[in-house]
């Protein structure tokens, strides 16, 4: 029984921080974009328009739902669940500390990247099913950008897992700090496996890992379709892209999925590079800082303090950076990312076979 109820807690419990952290990453979003522009963003409703978001999501819910009438019923009624479920599901094996996870599997990193590229599939049905020709192209933008920039990805963390040696992302985080069972060298000489904190982040386990995970960052960022990778929701060409004709908890599911995405991904990114729930803090002689700040609460807070770092770049990025067209987004990606990541995992081979073994 109390299985049973743990399997009904922790989905509730994952919905619920995507919730928060959605209506919290909005009204984040626009005052740094206030910012960004020299405005003030959201003020008059609540205390510096804190309540903002809340007024917005309740209006979503409040909207009528309109199916249009030429529109394939079914797969406009669904596309919407089947992006937020894709991304929903990812959350299933990610660690927030130490042996803190929903499912500790040793696919974790596989398994995060198949339910993920689900996503694509919901974009075409919303698309298709919408039978709007500004849809339409929104979704095969989107489609053609994702399978794109899913191979940078790919191989990106094919990289870092040569490195590494395993799939499972509670082992990837553990070995990244004080509480791991093999040694780890910083950039391959200098033994760091007890003083820990930064110097034992994979991101620093290599010289080439750095490339390997801006490769990650860059791609991850036109995987989430976010500026200056937005071309599937350019509203000066396409109004609103795949998800035009959505409105109510529909568009509300569809907006979900994109920050649930961001912070996915930027949380996959901090798991595997950057140290996952281990302390930025080392050991220095008898101040023991990494054995002091590791742990459940810590873990949690690094993880969360870490990945809306990234988050926050990620927004950065949006209000500062112009848009690509779609012709330099593919070439950034077929021409320039795509070799690099492949040198970056040869080099990841010979690293593991020449001075890690």
Aim: overall charge negative.
């Amino acid at each position: 029984m109390g299985e049973i109820l743990l399997h009904i807690l922790v989905p509730i419990v994952i919905f619920g921080f995507i919730a928060l952290f959605t209506l919290f990453a909005v009204y984040a979003e626009r005052k740094v974009a206030g910012f960004v522009q020299d405005r003030l963003g959201p003020m008059e409703t609540g205390k510096f328009g804190l309540l903002q978001t809340f007024a917005d999501i309740l209006k979503l819910l409040q909207k009528e739902l309109i199916n249009p009438a030429a529109a394939d019923k079914i797969l406009f009624a669904i596309a919407p669940v089947i992006i937020f479920v894709a991304v929903f599901i990812g959350y299933s094996v990610v660690p927030w500390a130490p042996d803190f996870l929903p499912a500790d599997t040793h696919t974790g990193l596989f398994f995060i990247m198949a339910v993920v590229s689900i996503d694509a599939l919901g974009i075409l049905m919303a698309g298709w099913g919408s039978n709007n020709k500004y849809s339409l192209l929104g979704s095969i933008r989107a489609i053609a950008q994702m399978v794109s920039y899913e191979i940078p990805v790919g191989l990106s963390l094919i990289a870092a897992v040569m490195i590494t040696q395993t799939l499972n992302l509670n082992e990837i985080a553990i070995n990244q700090g004080v509480l791991s069972t093999e040694s780890i060298h910083f950039l391959g000489f200098w033994d760091v496996s007890e003083i820990g904190g930064l110097f034992a982040w994979n991101i620093f386990q290599a010289p080439h890992l750095i490339v390997v995970y801006v490769i990650f960052f860059v791609a991850t960022l036109a995987e989430c379709n976010r500026a200056p990778f937005d071309i599937p929701e350019a509203e000066s060409e396409l109004i609103g892209g795949f998800h035009t004709e959505y409105g109510g908890i529909r568009f509300a599911f569809v907006f979900l999925a994109e920050y649930a995405m961001m912070f996915l991904v930027a949380m996959l990114g901090v798991v595997i590079f950057l140290g996952g729930w281990n302390t930025p803090l080392p050991n220095i002689g008898a101040l023991q800082l990494a054995d002091w700040t590791t742990g459940l609460i810590w873990g949690i807070f690094w993880t969360l303090s870490k990945t809306l770092l990234i988050v926050g770049v990620q927004m950065w990025i949006r209000w500062t950076l112009p848009r690509f067209r779609a012709d330099q987004l593919m070439n950034l990606c077929w021409k320039v990312m795509i070799p690099i990541a492949f040198a970056c995992m040869v080099i990841s081979g010979l690293w593991r076979i020449l001075v890690m073994n």
